[in-house]
């Protein structure tokens, strides 16, 4: 590790975190973990943009680090960088649009351990305990333009950057990723 250098250090989950997975543009990160929660991050700058709730309401701190069968296990970003899937231990496999709040669809499926989705987004594939590997068609989707600007900027330009872009408040609101 004498070549890599420690940018930051996010804090925030109350359990292990044991998955994660940067959007296409690398402008966020979504991470899971045991405390029963996906958040969405800002790496750039540390924020918390979203929140997705596995257990409902969500349980305290104290108690988001027990045994609650709700322990998410895997987070992957679409390549649209607009949706991401995740799976917990109740049995789901959840679709969620990260701008909002709760999934948009909800598939089932037991001893879930990981997923992934194909390089064109038209597929999530999901492995399990039992040595299978399960299958999703993924909707198509026109992405708004701007999330196709947001995409197309942050590519080349971390958060502090896009920040400070000579354009006008309305503008930068448009183009950062904001709750």
Request: proline share 7%; net charge negative.
């Amino acid at each position: 590790m004498d070549k890599y250098t420690m940018i930051r250090k996010l804090e925030g989950h109350h359990h292990d975190v044991v998955a994660c997975d940067f959007s296409p543009d690398g402008a966020l990160l979504a991470t899971a973990s045991y405390d029963t929660r996906v958040y969405i991050w800002d790496p750039h700058n540390g924020d918390i943009l979203m929140e997705f709730g596995h257990l409902f309401p969500p349980p305290t701190p104290i108690f988001a680090g027990g045994a609650n069968d709700r322990w998410v296990r895997s987070v992957s970003f679409s390549h649209d960088g607009l949706h991401i899937a995740s799976l917990a231990d109740d049995k789901m496999v959840r679709f969620w649009r990260i701008d909002e709040d709760y999934p948009v669809q909800v598939a089932p499926l037991s001893n879930g351990l990981c997923c992934a989705f194909s390089t064109d987004g038209s597929v999530l594939a999901a492995g399990t305990h039992d040595g299978s590997v399960y299958f999703w068609a993924t909707p198509r989707q026109v992405a708004s333009l701007q999330h196709l600007c947001r995409m197309s900027i942050r590519r080349v330009m971390p958060t502090q950057e896009v920040q400070k872009l000579p354009v006008p408040s309305k503008v930068l609101e448009f183009l950062l990723y904001r709750v």
